[in-house]
Protein backbone atom coordinates (compact mmCIF):
# COMPACT_ATOMS: atom_id res chain seq x y z
CA UNK A 1 0.00 0.00 0.00
CA UNK A 2 3.02 2.04 0.36
CA UNK A 3 3.09 2.69 -3.78
CA UNK A 4 -0.29 3.90 -3.50
CA UNK A 5 0.08 6.36 -0.82
CA UNK A 6 2.74 7.67 -2.87
CA UNK A 7 0.63 7.80 -5.37
CA UNK A 8 -2.00 10.27 -3.42
CA UNK A 9 1.16 12.60 -2.15
CA UNK A 10 2.33 13.22 -6.01
CA UNK A 11 -1.38 14.34 -6.93
CA UNK A 12 -3.78 11.62 -6.81
CA UNK A 13 -4.41 8.26 -7.91
CA UNK A 14 -3.28 6.47 -11.26
CA UNK A 15 -5.73 6.78 -14.25
CA UNK A 16 -8.71 4.73 -14.09
CA UNK A 17 -9.24 4.03 -10.39
CA UNK A 18 -11.70 5.49 -8.39
CA UNK A 19 -11.35 6.52 -4.97
CA UNK A 20 -14.32 6.36 -2.73
CA UNK A 21 -15.94 8.97 -0.75
CA UNK A 22 -17.80 8.67 2.29
CA UNK A 23 -20.69 11.05 3.22
CA UNK A 24 -23.49 11.40 6.05
CA UNK A 25 -25.68 11.77 3.66
CA UNK A 26 -25.85 11.97 0.00
CA UNK A 27 -28.57 13.73 -2.52
CA UNK A 28 -28.87 13.07 -5.04
CA UNK A 29 -30.80 16.09 -7.91
CA UNK A 30 -29.25 19.52 -7.79
CA UNK A 31 -32.73 20.83 -8.76
CA UNK A 32 -34.46 23.12 -6.16
CA UNK A 33 -35.72 20.08 -4.25
CA UNK A 34 -32.07 18.60 -3.89
CA UNK A 35 -30.81 22.07 -2.78
CA UNK A 36 -33.78 22.87 -0.38
CA UNK A 37 -32.69 19.06 1.70
CA UNK A 38 -29.11 19.54 1.34
CA UNK A 39 -29.00 23.05 2.72
CA UNK A 40 -31.70 21.71 6.03
CA UNK A 41 -29.83 18.49 6.41
CA UNK A 42 -26.27 20.74 6.99
CA UNK A 43 -28.09 23.37 8.82
CA UNK A 44 -30.72 21.28 11.32
CA UNK A 45 -28.17 17.89 11.58
CA UNK A 46 -25.06 19.25 10.76
CA UNK A 47 -24.53 16.40 8.45
CA UNK A 48 -21.46 16.02 5.84
CA UNK A 49 -23.54 16.30 2.96
CA UNK A 50 -23.07 15.97 -1.03
CA UNK A 51 -25.39 16.68 -3.97
CA UNK A 52 -24.84 15.11 -6.83
CA UNK A 53 -25.86 15.75 -10.30
CA UNK A 54 -25.52 14.43 -13.85
CA UNK A 55 -25.59 17.79 -14.96
CA UNK A 56 -25.16 21.62 -14.32
CA UNK A 57 -27.27 23.23 -10.81
CA UNK A 58 -30.31 23.96 -12.15
CA UNK A 59 -30.70 22.17 -15.57
CA UNK A 60 -33.48 19.72 -15.09
CA UNK A 61 -36.87 19.96 -14.10
CA UNK A 62 -36.39 22.86 -11.92
CA UNK A 63 -34.48 24.83 -15.33
CA UNK A 64 -38.00 24.54 -17.07
CA UNK A 65 -40.06 25.55 -14.00
CA UNK A 66 -42.60 28.65 -14.73
CA UNK A 67 -41.46 29.08 -10.93
CA UNK A 68 -45.28 30.59 -9.47
CA UNK A 69 -45.77 30.32 -5.79
CA UNK A 70 -49.09 29.97 -4.42
CA UNK A 71 -50.97 28.35 -1.56
CA UNK A 72 -54.39 27.67 -3.18
CA UNK A 73 -54.80 23.91 -2.72
CA UNK A 74 -57.67 21.62 -1.34
CA UNK A 75 -55.47 19.18 0.07
CA UNK A 76 -54.83 20.47 3.36
CA UNK A 77 -51.32 19.18 3.57
CA UNK A 78 -50.06 20.78 0.52
CA UNK A 79 -51.54 24.02 2.10
CA UNK A 80 -49.45 23.38 4.61
CA UNK A 81 -46.05 22.90 3.02
CA UNK A 82 -47.14 26.16 0.52
CA UNK A 83 -47.59 28.60 3.41
CA UNK A 84 -44.35 26.98 4.87
CA UNK A 85 -42.71 27.37 1.68
CA UNK A 86 -44.33 31.07 0.75
CA UNK A 87 -42.92 32.15 4.63
CA UNK A 88 -39.47 31.04 3.65
CA UNK A 89 -39.17 32.91 0.41
CA UNK A 90 -40.64 36.27 2.07
CA UNK A 91 -37.73 35.98 4.70
CA UNK A 92 -35.28 33.93 2.27
CA UNK A 93 -31.68 35.94 3.27
CA UNK A 94 -32.63 35.06 7.10
CA UNK A 95 -34.11 31.25 6.40
CA UNK A 96 -30.24 31.04 4.41
CA UNK A 97 -28.12 32.41 6.70
CA UNK A 98 -27.28 34.55 4.13
CA UNK A 99 -27.49 38.27 3.35
CA UNK A 100 -27.20 38.00 0.11
CA UNK A 101 -29.76 34.95 -0.99
CA UNK A 102 -32.02 36.12 -3.51
CA UNK A 103 -35.25 33.79 -4.86
CA UNK A 104 -36.40 36.68 -7.54
CA UNK A 105 -39.30 36.42 -5.71
CA UNK A 106 -41.71 39.06 -6.72
CA UNK A 107 -44.90 39.24 -4.78
CA UNK A 108 -47.46 40.02 -7.04
CA UNK A 109 -50.54 38.37 -5.72
CA UNK A 110 -52.48 35.15 -7.17
CA UNK A 111 -56.10 35.56 -8.77
CA UNK A 112 -57.96 32.32 -9.39
CA UNK A 113 -60.94 32.68 -11.79
CA UNK A 114 -63.30 29.86 -11.61
CA UNK A 115 -66.92 29.81 -13.80
CA UNK A 116 -69.72 29.32 -12.97
CA UNK A 117 -71.19 25.73 -11.37
CA UNK A 118 -69.27 22.68 -10.14
CA UNK A 119 -65.74 24.46 -9.90
CA UNK A 120 -67.15 27.60 -8.61
CA UNK A 121 -69.11 25.74 -5.83
CA UNK A 122 -65.93 23.91 -4.87
CA UNK A 123 -63.84 27.05 -4.92
CA UNK A 124 -66.08 28.60 -1.92
CA UNK A 125 -66.38 25.52 0.27
CA UNK A 126 -62.39 25.44 -0.03
CA UNK A 127 -61.37 28.83 1.03
CA UNK A 128 -62.46 27.76 4.31
CA UNK A 129 -60.25 25.10 4.53
CA UNK A 130 -57.23 26.88 3.37
CA UNK A 131 -57.72 30.06 5.57
CA UNK A 132 -57.71 26.82 8.70
CA UNK A 133 -54.43 25.59 7.27
CA UNK A 134 -52.98 29.11 7.54
CA UNK A 135 -53.20 30.85 4.05
CA UNK A 136 -54.51 34.26 3.35
CA UNK A 137 -56.56 33.92 0.95
CA UNK A 138 -60.47 35.13 -0.16
CA UNK A 139 -62.81 36.25 -2.30
CA UNK A 140 -63.11 39.47 -4.49
CA UNK A 141 -65.63 41.00 -6.77
CA UNK A 142 -64.31 41.52 -10.06
CA UNK A 143 -64.18 45.15 -9.53
CA UNK A 144 -61.42 44.50 -6.83
CA UNK A 145 -60.19 41.76 -8.92
CA UNK A 146 -59.41 44.52 -12.33
CA UNK A 147 -58.29 47.13 -9.30
CA UNK A 148 -55.35 44.59 -9.23
CA UNK A 149 -55.36 43.43 -13.12
CA UNK A 150 -56.92 45.96 -15.18
CA UNK A 151 -56.46 44.05 -18.26
CA UNK A 152 -58.87 40.89 -17.44
CA UNK A 153 -62.07 40.56 -19.46
CA UNK A 154 -64.11 38.53 -16.59
CA UNK A 155 -67.09 38.34 -18.23
CA UNK A 156 -67.54 34.75 -18.05
CA UNK A 157 -66.32 33.91 -14.29
CA UNK A 158 -68.59 33.68 -11.42
CA UNK A 159 -66.22 33.72 -8.56
CA UNK A 160 -62.02 34.93 -7.87
CA UNK A 161 -60.15 34.07 -4.99
CA UNK A 162 -57.06 36.30 -3.96
CA UNK A 163 -54.00 35.89 -2.35
CA UNK A 164 -51.71 38.74 -1.78
CA UNK A 165 -48.87 37.28 -0.74
CA UNK A 166 -48.21 35.02 -3.58
CA UNK A 167 -46.27 35.70 -6.50
CA UNK A 168 -43.82 34.02 -8.66
CA UNK A 169 -39.32 33.27 -7.84
CA UNK A 170 -36.76 33.03 -10.51
CA UNK A 171 -35.44 29.04 -10.39
CA UNK A 172 -32.25 29.66 -11.37
CA UNK A 173 -31.28 32.35 -8.32
CA UNK A 174 -33.83 30.27 -5.94
CA UNK A 175 -31.43 27.02 -6.57
CA UNK A 176 -27.90 28.77 -6.42
CA UNK A 177 -28.92 29.91 -3.23
CA UNK A 178 -30.26 27.52 -1.46
CA UNK A 179 -26.90 25.48 -2.42
CA UNK A 180 -24.67 28.61 -2.09
CA UNK A 181 -25.76 28.13 1.64
CA UNK A 182 -25.62 24.81 1.35
CA UNK A 183 -21.94 24.88 0.79
CA UNK A 184 -21.37 27.45 3.55
CA UNK A 185 -22.13 24.78 5.72
CA UNK A 186 -19.55 22.00 4.03
CA UNK A 187 -22.34 20.84 1.72
CA UNK A 188 -19.92 19.34 -1.35
CA UNK A 189 -21.56 19.96 -4.68
CA UNK A 190 -20.83 17.57 -7.61
CA UNK A 191 -21.83 18.29 -11.07
CA UNK A 192 -20.89 16.85 -14.26
CA UNK A 193 -21.24 13.28 -12.39
CA UNK A 194 -24.24 11.20 -13.17
CA UNK A 195 -25.20 8.73 -10.55
CA UNK A 196 -25.41 5.08 -12.40
CA UNK A 197 -26.73 3.06 -9.68
CA UNK A 198 -27.94 3.12 -5.78
CA UNK A 199 -25.75 0.69 -4.08
CA UNK A 200 -27.26 -1.40 -1.50
CA UNK A 201 -26.48 -4.02 1.03
CA UNK A 202 -28.37 -5.87 3.75
CA UNK A 203 -31.77 -4.28 2.90
CA UNK A 204 -30.59 -0.74 3.04
CA UNK A 205 -28.92 1.84 1.22
CA UNK A 206 -24.72 2.42 1.49
CA UNK A 207 -24.19 5.00 -1.02
CA UNK A 208 -23.73 5.40 -4.99
CA UNK A 209 -22.20 4.53 -7.87
CA UNK A 210 -21.08 6.99 -10.11
CA UNK A 211 -19.20 7.59 -13.25
CA UNK A 212 -16.60 9.12 -11.06
CA UNK A 213 -16.37 6.32 -8.42
CA UNK A 214 -18.44 5.41 -5.56
CA UNK A 215 -20.41 7.41 -3.06
CA UNK A 216 -20.69 6.02 0.31
CA UNK A 217 -23.44 7.06 2.88
CA UNK A 218 -25.74 5.63 4.94
CA UNK A 219 -28.39 7.90 3.66
CA UNK A 220 -29.66 8.97 0.26
CA UNK A 221 -32.00 11.00 -1.31
CA UNK A 222 -33.55 10.69 -4.61
CA UNK A 223 -34.52 14.00 -5.91
CA UNK A 224 -34.82 13.49 -9.58
CA UNK A 225 -38.36 13.88 -10.61
CA UNK A 226 -38.93 12.14 -14.10
CA UNK A 227 -36.02 10.56 -13.86
CA UNK A 228 -36.49 8.36 -10.66
CA UNK A 229 -37.69 4.94 -11.80
CA UNK A 230 -34.37 5.01 -13.31
CA UNK A 231 -32.00 4.74 -10.09
CA UNK A 232 -35.14 2.40 -8.32
CA UNK A 233 -35.79 -0.08 -11.18
CA UNK A 234 -32.04 -1.02 -10.78
CA UNK A 235 -33.11 -2.24 -6.95
CA UNK A 236 -36.24 -4.01 -8.18
CA UNK A 237 -38.61 -0.95 -6.23
CA UNK A 238 -41.57 -0.44 -8.25
CA UNK A 239 -42.56 3.25 -8.12
CA UNK A 240 -46.08 4.76 -9.89
CA UNK A 241 -44.77 7.03 -11.90
CA UNK A 242 -46.19 9.00 -15.31
CA UNK A 243 -44.05 11.32 -17.49
CA UNK A 244 -45.74 13.92 -19.67
CA UNK A 245 -44.95 16.68 -22.00
CA UNK A 246 -46.25 20.54 -21.19
CA UNK A 247 -45.31 23.37 -23.27
CA UNK A 248 -44.91 26.69 -21.87
CA UNK A 249 -45.51 29.80 -23.97
CA UNK A 250 -45.03 33.52 -24.03
CA UNK A 251 -46.57 36.04 -26.04
CA UNK A 252 -45.88 39.96 -26.36
CA UNK A 253 -48.65 42.16 -27.11
CA UNK A 254 -48.47 46.33 -27.83
CA UNK A 255 -47.78 47.66 -24.48
CA UNK A 256 -45.18 45.30 -21.97
CA UNK A 257 -47.22 43.17 -19.67
CA UNK A 258 -46.17 44.98 -16.32
CA UNK A 259 -43.90 42.55 -13.80
CA UNK A 260 -46.24 43.52 -10.52
CA UNK A 261 -49.10 42.27 -12.56
CA UNK A 262 -50.78 38.73 -10.60
CA UNK A 263 -50.72 35.53 -11.49
CA UNK A 264 -54.08 34.28 -12.59
CA UNK A 265 -55.44 31.06 -13.17
CA UNK A 266 -57.82 30.63 -14.98
CA UNK A 267 -60.32 27.22 -14.14
CA UNK A 268 -62.94 28.50 -17.28
CA UNK A 269 -60.11 27.02 -19.19
CA UNK A 270 -60.33 23.06 -19.87
CA UNK A 271 -56.49 22.90 -19.63
CA UNK A 272 -56.59 24.70 -16.61
CA UNK A 273 -54.30 27.35 -18.25
CA UNK A 274 -52.12 29.43 -16.25
CA UNK A 275 -50.38 32.93 -16.98
CA UNK A 276 -47.91 35.16 -15.46
CA UNK A 277 -45.22 38.40 -15.85
CA UNK A 278 -42.01 36.81 -17.65
CA UNK A 279 -38.91 39.87 -18.03
CA UNK A 280 -38.81 41.94 -21.39
CA UNK A 281 -43.05 42.58 -20.64
CA UNK A 282 -44.21 39.22 -21.71
CA UNK A 283 -46.82 36.96 -20.48
CA UNK A 284 -45.91 33.46 -19.84
CA UNK A 285 -49.02 31.04 -19.98
CA UNK A 286 -48.65 27.27 -19.55
CA UNK A 287 -51.10 24.88 -18.72
CA UNK A 288 -52.17 22.96 -15.69
CA UNK A 289 -54.00 19.34 -17.30
CA UNK A 290 -51.81 16.13 -18.32
CA UNK A 291 -50.30 17.09 -20.64
CA UNK A 292 -48.77 14.77 -23.71
CA UNK A 293 -47.43 11.48 -22.09
CA UNK A 294 -44.20 10.43 -22.95
CA UNK A 295 -41.54 7.01 -22.44
CA UNK A 296 -38.38 9.00 -21.97
CA UNK A 297 -38.06 12.12 -20.34
CA UNK A 298 -34.51 13.00 -22.17
CA UNK A 299 -36.17 12.16 -25.64
CA UNK A 300 -39.45 14.59 -25.31
CA UNK A 301 -40.34 16.28 -28.97
CA UNK A 302 -39.21 19.96 -28.35
CA UNK A 303 -41.61 21.09 -31.14
CA UNK A 304 -44.41 23.32 -30.72
CA UNK A 305 -47.83 22.76 -32.73
CA UNK A 306 -49.71 25.58 -34.82
CA UNK A 307 -52.67 24.53 -33.40
CA UNK A 308 -51.68 24.82 -30.11
CA UNK A 309 -50.24 28.38 -30.13
CA UNK A 310 -53.32 29.09 -31.45
CA UNK A 311 -55.49 27.48 -28.70
CA UNK A 312 -53.82 29.19 -26.25
CA UNK A 313 -53.46 32.11 -28.14
CA UNK A 314 -56.79 32.53 -28.01
CA UNK A 315 -57.08 31.82 -25.01
CA UNK A 316 -55.35 34.29 -23.43
CA UNK A 317 -56.40 36.84 -26.30
CA UNK A 318 -60.19 36.10 -24.88
CA UNK A 319 -58.72 36.57 -21.44
CA UNK A 320 -56.91 39.90 -21.67
CA UNK A 321 -57.63 41.70 -25.01
CA UNK A 322 -54.69 43.71 -25.80
CA UNK A 323 -53.51 40.29 -26.66
CA UNK A 324 -55.91 39.20 -28.91
CA UNK A 325 -53.58 40.00 -31.68
CA UNK A 326 -50.33 39.40 -29.46
CA UNK A 327 -46.76 38.15 -30.96
CA UNK A 328 -45.44 34.57 -30.14
CA UNK A 329 -41.74 35.43 -28.40
CA UNK A 330 -40.48 31.74 -26.60
CA UNK A 331 -41.78 28.35 -26.61
CA UNK A 332 -40.55 25.60 -24.71
CA UNK A 333 -40.84 22.40 -23.06
CA UNK A 334 -40.46 20.73 -19.78
CA UNK A 335 -41.68 17.03 -17.86
CA UNK A 336 -43.89 16.93 -15.77
CA UNK A 337 -43.36 13.41 -13.28
CA UNK A 338 -47.03 12.32 -11.98
CA UNK A 339 -48.28 10.00 -9.89
CA UNK A 340 -51.86 8.58 -9.95
CA UNK A 341 -52.98 11.44 -7.37
CA UNK A 342 -51.02 14.21 -8.69
CA UNK A 343 -49.44 14.26 -5.67
CA UNK A 344 -45.17 13.94 -4.62
CA UNK A 345 -44.22 10.44 -2.83
CA UNK A 346 -41.50 11.67 0.17
CA UNK A 347 -39.85 10.36 2.48
CA UNK A 348 -38.37 7.10 3.50
CA UNK A 349 -38.99 3.70 1.89
CA UNK A 350 -39.77 1.03 4.17
CA UNK A 351 -38.13 -1.62 1.53
CA UNK A 352 -34.89 -0.12 1.93
CA UNK A 353 -33.69 1.61 5.08
CA UNK A 354 -31.45 4.84 4.05
CA UNK A 355 -33.40 5.83 0.78
CA UNK A 356 -35.89 8.91 0.67
CA UNK A 357 -37.42 9.85 -2.01
CA UNK A 358 -39.01 12.57 -3.24
CA UNK A 359 -40.84 12.22 -6.66
CA UNK A 360 -43.92 12.91 -8.31
CA UNK A 361 -44.89 16.56 -8.00
CA UNK A 362 -47.28 16.92 -10.95
CA UNK A 363 -46.00 20.04 -11.64
CA UNK A 364 -46.23 21.39 -7.93
CA UNK A 365 -42.35 21.29 -7.69
CA UNK A 366 -40.48 24.45 -7.40
CA UNK A 367 -43.19 26.33 -4.37
CA UNK A 368 -43.57 23.07 -1.99
CA UNK A 369 -39.65 23.00 -2.53
CA UNK A 370 -38.36 25.46 0.43
CA UNK A 371 -40.68 23.43 2.62
CA UNK A 372 -40.51 20.31 1.17
CA UNK A 373 -36.66 20.18 1.62
CA UNK A 374 -36.88 21.10 5.23
CA UNK A 375 -39.62 18.21 5.94
CA UNK A 376 -37.60 15.68 4.10
CA UNK A 377 -34.60 16.75 6.50
CA UNK A 378 -36.30 16.92 9.58
CA UNK A 379 -38.00 13.36 8.82
CA UNK A 380 -34.34 11.87 7.60
CA UNK A 381 -33.13 12.82 11.04
CA UNK A 382 -35.84 12.26 12.71
CA UNK A 383 -37.16 15.26 14.11
CA UNK A 384 -40.46 16.45 14.62
CA UNK A 385 -41.38 17.59 10.91
CA UNK A 386 -43.35 20.81 10.59
CA UNK A 387 -45.58 19.21 8.06
CA UNK A 388 -46.47 15.64 8.71
CA UNK A 389 -44.94 13.75 5.18
CA UNK A 390 -46.68 10.47 6.37
CA UNK A 391 -49.85 11.18 3.90
CA UNK A 392 -46.92 11.58 0.93
CA UNK A 393 -46.23 7.53 1.95
CA UNK A 394 -44.82 5.64 -1.28
CA UNK A 395 -46.93 3.03 0.07
CA UNK A 396 -50.84 4.84 -0.13
CA UNK A 397 -51.50 3.41 -3.65
CA UNK A 398 -51.26 0.24 -2.23
CA UNK A 399 -53.63 0.92 0.32
CA UNK A 400 -56.21 3.03 -1.55
CA UNK A 401 -55.07 6.72 0.40
CA UNK A 402 -54.77 8.46 -2.61
CA UNK A 403 -54.37 12.80 -1.99
CA UNK A 404 -57.43 13.79 -4.22
CA UNK A 405 -58.64 17.38 -3.17
CA UNK A 406 -61.98 19.26 -3.72
CA UNK A 407 -60.68 19.72 -7.81
CA UNK A 408 -59.86 15.84 -8.20
CA UNK A 409 -56.79 14.93 -9.52
CA UNK A 410 -55.06 17.54 -11.14
CA UNK A 411 -52.24 20.26 -10.86
CA UNK A 412 -54.38 22.43 -8.23
CA UNK A 413 -55.17 19.73 -5.68
Given amino acids: ?194 VQSL ?19 PMVVSAVGPWTRALTDGIGLDIPLEVSRHTVLTFKSTEPYGRELPVIKDLTTANKMYFRPASGGVVLVGTGDHGDPVSDADAMDENVSDDFVLLQGGQIGHRMAPFAAADLTASWVGAYDITPDWNPVLGPVPEVAGLHLAFGFSGHGFKLAPAVGLVLAQTALGHTADVDITPYCLGRFAEGKLLVGAYGVGSIS
Fill in 199 to 217: ITAGGRVTGVRTADGDLQA
Fill in 1 to 194: MWWYCRLLARGGPPYGFAMSETFDAIVIGAGVVGASTAFHLAKLGGLKVCVVDRGQVCTGGTAKSCAIVRTHYSVPSNTALTVRSLAMFDAFPDWLDDAEADAGFVRSGYLILAPEGDFADRMRANLALQTGAGAETFVVSPAEALARHPLLNLNDVAVIAYEPKSGYADPYLTTSSFLRAARAKGVVVKTNCP
